[in-house]
């Protein structure tokens, strides 16, 4: 791991998706942080959700095709490979994701290789700082053997982490089994524990449409910018000062900036370009983020929500990596899908954590539990009812038995445990966290809202997507390679091989 002593932030203006405009700035910030791609270069977008409902939520393929041919201009012996490599949003595939996001004839005419990393073995890596969650995580193996590694990330807000800049960006470097562990109240810390696997040499943010509010259907702010850097911490440190934001306040770049990975101070940081810091915040004046508790964001509509501590009450009182956050993602993307659907929701009443207090549910009205920390103890429509605690603590969980469910399972495993509140009333929905497909999912069956995944925009490509996700891992596994690798550590024993 080398962090540049003084690092460089550049923050250029750049008013539209022109891809030769693009190309010739990202080439100038390669030649003035005298980088040079070598090896396996490999560029990592946020892709998290793409296509014509998600327009703001992923880096703009116009922008990666001005990055790619950037790196391509600055190579100066051949590129062992230059690939484009992410796993988007939990559940969806990422074939999906970078058909909706336009990726595939852009992969074609600049003559890249890409990588759907929930379709590449995972490669076991050790950790040994003071203070990680577990001892290995888990990535794809183009992320362990690149050389050059080039983030290229989108500038949004974030409900779980207040923004996603850099950073944040390294969610996708995981699938879904291995990425869900920890993306709960310690998902700041995972995310700083994520940056011992790979950093990046250059990073470049899709700063020319931002999102804000929301990280799935963010509203678009036009910033006009490019921003980019060499070391992660100074990169975010500046995105956030660009917001108006004290980087300190933002727990993940807190936390890498601790363990060593960059300053976070402006003193410590070299910014250039030809858009001054302060005329970059007077772009962003007003720009919202994210981090708003669930009871405020549902206020005025059909579901009261509440919300307890999760468990390690001592570190906070409030999930704000999982299943509280997942559900704010939820509605808005049944609102995006369904212009009916506040009115169509019956009222009901979601519960987070260890919540203490009374809920006010009148005959009729359905409570849902959401996770495996929601505790709750009362009367509900003149019966006791009591909600025990079944979170397991994170040194239960193994990454190398992780399993993994897809959408379908998902969706009957949902319908299963919903048909309960027709007897009770209530119900629990399990899982830490409970994602944002699962709770899309929950809502529809008890709104009767449109089932998005359903919707006929996104049926043909989601299904496309998938089949071609489960023949590729088919025909890896008839080949006999191996799902997970065990890393550098050995840990003396077999890999088990997951379904
Ligand atoms: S069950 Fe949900 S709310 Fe509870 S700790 Fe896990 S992610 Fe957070």
Redesign the pocket.
Known sequence: MKIPIRPKVIIRRCPDYDVQRIRSIIREGLEELDLVPHGRTLVKPNTVASGDSFPHAYTRPEFLEGVLLALKDRAVEPLEELAVGERCGITIPTRRAFDGAGYYPMFKRTGVKHYHFEEEPQVEIALSHEGRLRDYVFTPQPVARADFFVNCPKFKSHPWTTVTFSLKNYIGIQDDRHRLID???RLNEKIADLQYIIQPQFIAIDAITAGEGRMLTPSPVQLGLVIMGNCQTAFDSVCCHILGIDPATVDHLRMAHERGFGPIDLESIQISGDVLLAEAQSLAAGFKVGLIRVEKYFEGSKITAY?GP??DPELTDY?W????G?IEEAIEILRLYDSQCDEKMPRMHVV??AYKGPIDAKPGEKVVF?????TWKGMLNGSEVDVPCV?RDRSTLDPYKATHEDIYAKMYKVAARLSSTRKHGHVRLE????SVAEQVLALVSLGGTKNPYFSAKEAVSFNKGYLGWKSAIAGKRLMGKPYQIRGPAERGEAAPDIK
């Open positions: 993306h709960d109240h919300a999760p468990p999930c990596g999982g299943c509280p997942a987070f954590g959401i996770g495996d920390c929601a979170y899982g830490c966290p409970v």
